[in-house]
């Protein structure tokens, strides 16, 4: 089976991983270079949003895709060859106000009676565990396990453990067309030639998937979501520290990331004045050691999004060979690995071992 993904960014490099160890022929298409937009824009933090926390298939897909994460890293890095710096950093979730308190401590006790291993730490102990915290925080939900990672690294590690087990990547390499009419697609135009013979086509073009399945007569809504980031130069921080307007997260080789913000501003790819700004207060009131720290890098990305804000993933509505991947918003790194699988069964064996109905692009149809 000869599979053409459009996209060189988390998901489409760990469909490409998934496919490959199916037995597929796997070609990337992509226009820029692995990891050049969203995928390598991100934190890297391997934590289900607040959004996981009620029951349900986005809950489900989240914690398939941690566990996955921590079943298949190490073969990924071998087959690679490429380090994704893997921290075990854990999380504090912090409280700035008293009502944060009340509200933390519930769900501290709710994730414990659900075999959570977390627990609320106190103004004494926080100060043990993370000593350059401001004072004015009043305590934490402490999770000591939670892993982060460098997500262009994740990226790049699925893209070549694909290519070790034979994809072919293909950077600099813009899919213009779609060759053949009808339910089946036989394959496509790139700004270097066409691609032909394929069985298979996933989009997976973060936000830029929505003008690819017009082309093809399908809706599937992307529009993009700038999350505007600061890295500062400091080993201030040992945890991952998620705040009320933000969160800082440490990296290997002394860097501190600081995000993020969520702009609906189109395609303009950008970092402004004021986002920066709102950014580096919020690191401040947070540790305020970091008021002098030096800023290492700013940068925008475009997240894809969705209009009820869940993955999107199946099969294109009215086409029989076409699937998109696409849509998964802030948790692109976090859900990489469940989608590459997921989106590997559907296409190599018609079904999958969790249900892809509430992701479906035929909501938008």
């Known amino acids: 089976m000869k599979v053409v993904i459009a996209g060189g960014g988390v998901i489409g490099s760990a469909i490409a991983y998934y496919l490959t160890g199916a037995g597929a022929e796997v070609v990337i298409v992509e226009r820029g270079e692995l990891a050049g937009e969203a995928s390598g824009a991100a934190a890297g933090l391997l934590i289900p949003p607040d959004r996981a926390a009620a029951p349900g298939p986005f809950r489900d897909i989240c914690l398939a895709s941690l566990a996955e ?24 979730v912090v409280a700035q106000s008293p009502d ?38 009043l305590g934490a939900v402490y999770s000591h396990g939670e892993l982060n990672v460098d997500p262009g ?62 082309r093809l007569g399908a809706n599937v809504p992307t529009p993009p979501r700038r999350g505007q980031m600061i890295a500062y130069r400091s080993m201030a921080l040992k945890h991952a520290i998620w705040g009320e307007d933000g969160y800082l997260v440490p990296k290997v080789g002394g860097v501190l990331y600081a995000g993020a913000t969520v702009e609906d501003v189109g395609f303009r790819k950008r970092t402004t004045p004021r986002a920066l700004a709102a950014l580096r207060q919020m690191a401040a009131t947070l540790v305020p050691g970091l008021r002098k720290a030096e800023i290492a890098s700013e940068w925008a990305g475009l997240r894809p999004g969705s209009p009820d804000d869940l993955p999107i993933m199946g099969r294109l509505p009215g086409r029989e060979n076409v699937y998109v991947a696409t849509g998964h918003f802030r948790n692109g790194i976090l859900l990489a690995p469940i989608t590459g699988k997921l989106m590997s069964q559907l296409i190599c064996e018609g079904r999958t071992e969790m249900p892809l109905d509430p992701f479906s692009p035929a909501r938008f149809n």
């Open 69 to 92: 994460y921590r079943s298949i890293i190490e073969r990924v890095q071998r087959e690679s060859g490429v380090d994704v710096q893997c921290l075990a950093s854990g999380i504090l």
């Open 153 to 214: 690294q994740v990226t790049r590690a699925f893209a070549h453990a694909a290519k070790a087990g034979g994809a072919d990547l293909r950077t600099g390499t813009m899919l213009t067309g779609f060759l053949g009419r009808g339910p089946n697609i036989f394959g496509v135009s790139t700004n270097v030639g066409d691609i032909t013979e394929v069985d298979c086509i996933v989009l997976a073009a973060g936000p830029w998937t929505q003008v690819l399945a017009q």
């Open 100 to 137: 944060r308190v009340e509200m933390l401590q519930a769900h501290a006790r709710r994730q414990t009676k659900n075999g959570v291993p977390t627990q609320w730490v106190g103004n004494e102990e926080l100060r043990e565990l993370e000593p350059a915290l401001s004072p004015r925080v």
